[in-house]
């Protein structure tokens, strides 16, 4: 079976065939152009380009425009109504054979079944800025909080935590006690921690719980301290809010969200490739503008677009989509203001994007600002030729390129009846990474917002810390784990330090005393808890069934008995006092 290749690997034939046409533009192609990306996972509606198979790239043959091959893909199309034909003479015929000209639907294009002999300008290949970390993010990373520090800086956490604590003392009145960054940020540290045990779908007295939940949970902070977190936790002031929601859909949390795009592209530069992708964060709540897509795995959800880095997929700009305004008309164009939006302040960099976005009238905009694009285009466009949707009913695997000076078309059939039609400007594409989701179930769309902004800023964080440390944890396949593990326990340490009271299993008071003491450099003086906690039960880092409970009960436990070393739960460990068990 023939292999299958992305959509961008197609459109290497785009410059190939520039290539036979004139060897001098060949010369001038920017070196980015020989590393084609492999990692095309666009969520958009169009799924046939996964259909660009190896037969396009190794059956199909170069023929100069002089010389066509026989076939579909180069039968000359009829001629159009009101254009007069010449009677074709020798020269006449000649050129008929070597060159088809086709116009949009609309008769504002001109395409061509050859390449223009003018070369493609190549200046918008050119970046200026050095790809990777700033030398702002390079100067503020000494460890890796410090490298999520630079997303969530104390200037967001104020924010947070004034709307939080004056929504705590709405809810709990005198009750409540005041918040402050050292009981912030283990919430954000075990949010992260949960994320890295593939733990969001989980429920919290699962994650708490003594005999089957983690230890490093109960010892950053109780399950209900945690819930009256979640509960508070707030982004502005309510009191006000009514007002700015009638002119902002997203007033809930847009300071927070603004002070944070703002800061991704001052830490990063892109690569020559940048990619503009749409982003569904499920989530079936209340919200003014919750999006159904039903191409999508959640079909419901709020819809960011984001701008990333093709090689690296660090999160460059985003931006909420929150729908037309109330009583207001659909926006136009809307695909094209996006891509404009999303890629202010680059300069030399090509665009991918899918079939929402990609237009003749978005290429040439990019081009004024010196940037290429590449994407599938919808096969409706009025700046297609007619001629090149009747490809569809050519046969299998067949393609046909038509041209003009500054942008390339390509039509394939992958299969019977179906043909995928790309544009370009230059060739490339790429992926956002999502993995280790931080994100929990909640019915207040800010907070789904905001557990993806944490998950973007431990990602940007992971990008940023690798860049700079090349040469951390080297040769192990699973260093973004191992990184957002450190992160989470970075973020949860200072809250542990600050721990009077002890949790009451030993695994989780174990951590508690080991990292207070770590931290003092002498053992510590403070009572601890007495040993008839469970004297005779160790604590493994496997779990495994309890010997006694057997298959049946299926008990998983981490507790093993500390003279036969068999795993065995809390319902059948014997609880001694000290004298007894001396």
């Not at 970046?127 to 460890?143: C, E, K, Y």
């Not at 912030?184 to 429920?203: D, T």
């Not at 010892?219 to 945690?226: K, P, R, Y």
Request: hydrophobic share 30%.
């Amino acid at each position: 079976m023939a292999k299958r290749l992305s959509a961008a690997q197609a459109l290497q034939l785009i410059l190939e065939e520039r290539g036979a046409s004139d060897d001098d533009v060949e010369e001038e192609v920017s070196e980015y152009e020989d590393h084609i990306s492999e990692n095309s996972e666009s969520d958009s509606d169009f799924e046939e380009e996964d259909e660009v198979e190896h037969h396009l790239i190794t059956k199909r043959r170069r023929v100069p425009c002089q010389q066509p091959a026989p076939g579909p893909a180069h039968q000359q199309p009829a001629p159009e109504p009101g254009r007069q034909q010449p009677a074709p003479g020798p020269e006449q015929a000649h050129q008929t054979a070597s060159e088809e000209i086709w116009m949009s639907k609309n008769g504002e294009i001109e395409w061509s079944s050859c390449p223009r002999n003018e070369p493609p300008c190549r200046a918008a290949n050119v970046i200026r800025m050095q790809p990777g970390p700033t030398r702002l993010a390079v100067t503020h990373v000494q460890d890796i909080k410090s490298s999520f520090d630079l997303f969530i800086p104390d200037s967001i956490q104020k924010i947070i935590l004034d709307c939080s604590n004056l929504e705590g003392r709405h809810v709990f009145g005198e009750r409540w006690k005041e918040m402050d960054q050292i009981d912030l940020q283990p919430y954000f540290g075990v949010l992260i921690l949960a994320g890295v045990f593939r733990s969001k779908g989980e429920s919290t007295e699962s994650l708490w719980d003594a005999e089957t939940g983690r230890e490093l949970f109960r010892a950053s902070m109780s399950l209900e301290n945690f819930h009256k977190i979640s509960r508070i936790i707030r982004f502005d002031n309510r009191d006000d809010r009514p007002a700015r929601r009638q002119r902002d859909k997203l007033a809930a949390i847009r300071t927070v969200w603004d002070k944070w795009v703002h800061r991704l592209p001052l830490f990063y530069n892109p690569g020559p490739n940048v990619t503009i992708d749409e982003q569904l964060m499920p989530f079936r709540g209340r919200c003014p503008f919750r999006q159904y897509i039903p191409s999508k795995p959640a079909k419901y959800g709020i819809k960011i677009w984001a701008a990333c880095d093709t090689t690296s997929s660090y999160a460059w700009n985003l931006q909420v989509y929150t729908g037309k305004p109330d009583g207001g008309a659909p926006e136009k164009n809307q695909g094209m203001r996006v891509v404009l939006d999303l890629t202010q302040g680059l300069s030399g960099h090509n665009i991918t994007c899918d079939i929402f976005f990609t237009s003749h009238k978005l290429g040439q905009e990019l081009l004024k600002r010196k940037l290429t694009m590449v994407g599938t285009i919808r096969k409706n466009k009025s700046e297609l030729p007619p001629q090149l949707m009747t490809m569809k009913n050519g046969p299998v695997k067949s393609s046909k390129f038509v041209y003009t000076a500054d942008t390339s078309l390509v039509s394939y059939v992958p299969k019977k009846g179906k043909n995928v039609v790309l544009m370009s400007t230059l060739h490339r594409d790429g992926r956002l990474v999502t993995a280790y989701s931080c994100k929990r179930r909640t019915l207040r769309w800010p907070l789904v917002i905001f557990f993806d902004m944490l998950d973007i800023s431990a990602y940007n964080a992971f990008v940023i810390w690798m860049a700079v440390n090349k040469d951390w944890n080297k040769g192990k396949l699973q260093r973004r784990r191992l990184f957002l593990e450190e992160l989470g326990k970075a973020l949860v340490r200072p809250k542990i330090l600050r721990r009077q009271c002890v949790p009451r299993t030993p695994a989780s008071a174990a951590i508690v005393r080991q990292i207070q003491e770590e931290n003092a450099g002498t053992p510590s003086t403070r009572p601890t808890e007495p040993p008839s906690a469970k004297p005779e039960v160790s604590v493994s880092n496997k779990k495994k069934r309890c010997k006694v409970s057997g298959p049946k009960l299926d008990r998983k436990t981490q507790y093993t008995c500390s003279k036969c070393k068999k795993y065995i739960c809390n319902t059948h460990t014997v609880k001694l006092c000290p004298s007894c068990f001396g």
